[in-house]
């Protein structure tokens, strides 16, 4: 697995089968956090920088990403996305093909151990001795929340 740079003359794109429904989202991480730790069970994630340098975990491997840089992660592989610097992070991931067992409303029995087979929560080794979320004030709380958004259409 190895950060790529982004290539003016190619085309990012998922394979074939990933043209179905694909999820979109922007994550700005803060300086020392961490999204989950997780995978996916057929979904394929692209991760690419925006903003700042980047850092990923997959497997054992831990990678950093350049300003328009990204990683395909395939399905079946824990990923981590996390920021150990002292400056923001904008990462955009898309992800296909969206696992509809876990959209809301879904009457499938979701077996969250496929997800998150070990402590999602857990911080990697290069953020050792930090706290993250933060116990401080609510207040400051919010303002390091990870910002979270949709982009686009889902379809």
């Not at 956090?33 to 994630?45: G, Q, V």
């Not at 980047?54 to 054992?60: A, E, K, S, T, Y």
């Not at 990204?70 to 898309?94: A, C, K, M, S, Y």
Request: charged residues 35%.
């Amino acid at each position: 697995m190895a950060a790529v740079e982004p290539d003016e003359d190619s085309e990012c794109g998922l394979s074939g089968a990933h043209r179905q429904r694909k999820h979109r989202r922007l994550w700005r991480l803060p300086p020392k956090s961490a999204n989950t730790l997780h995978k996916h069970i057929r979904s394929e994630e692209f991760y690419f920088v925006l903003e700042g340098t980047g850092r990923i975990r997959v497997g054992d491997e831990t990678l950093t990403v350049p300003k328009y840089g990204g990683v395909l992660v395939g399905p079946d592989q824990l990923r981590q996305v996390f920021n150990d610097t002292d400056d923001e992070v904008l990462w955009l991931i898309v992800g296909a093909p969206e696992e509809l067992e876990f959209l809301q409303g879904s009457k499938s029995k979701i077996d969250l151990s496929m997800i998150y087979p070990e402590d999602p929560k857990q911080l990697p080794k290069e953020l050792a001795g930090e706290e993250w979320p933060p116990k401080d004030s609510e207040e400051s709380r919010r303002d390091h929340e990870m910002e979270i958004k949709t982009v686009g259409p889902q379809n």
